[in-house]
């Protein structure tokens, strides 16, 4: 995500739609193998109280731009995102 977490605490993001890795997959940890134990925190509920809106719920390498933030559901969305962020850049430049 662009901005900090401090900006996150004041709502600057409130109302955006993203794609995020889903709370789903983290709780089947550490039985799928990426992390050493059980998570303490679900990321997607902390996004969800912060007012942002989770569009995917699994991985399938989506991608989403809403304004000028843009997210992936995983790190099968690292092409589509670098895609989409260059794209989105070019688009800004042409608007200048």
């Known amino acids: 995500m662009s901005g900090s977490l401090r900006a996150l605490h ?35 509920e902390k996004l969800k109280t912060l007012g942002f809106r989770i569009l995917n719920d699994d991985i399938s390498g989506a991608v989403h731009k809403d304004r000028r933030l843009i997210t992936g559901d995983s790190p099968l969305a690292g092409n589509a995102l670098g895609k989409l962020a260059a794209e989105s850049l070019l688009e800004d430049i042409a608007g200048e």
């Open 10 to 44: 004041d709502d600057l993001y409130r109302g955006y739609a993203i794609c995020a890795f889903p709370d789903a997959l983290d709780e089947k940890t550490p039985d799928i193998g990426y992390m050493p134990g059980h998570l303490t925190w679900k990321f997607g």
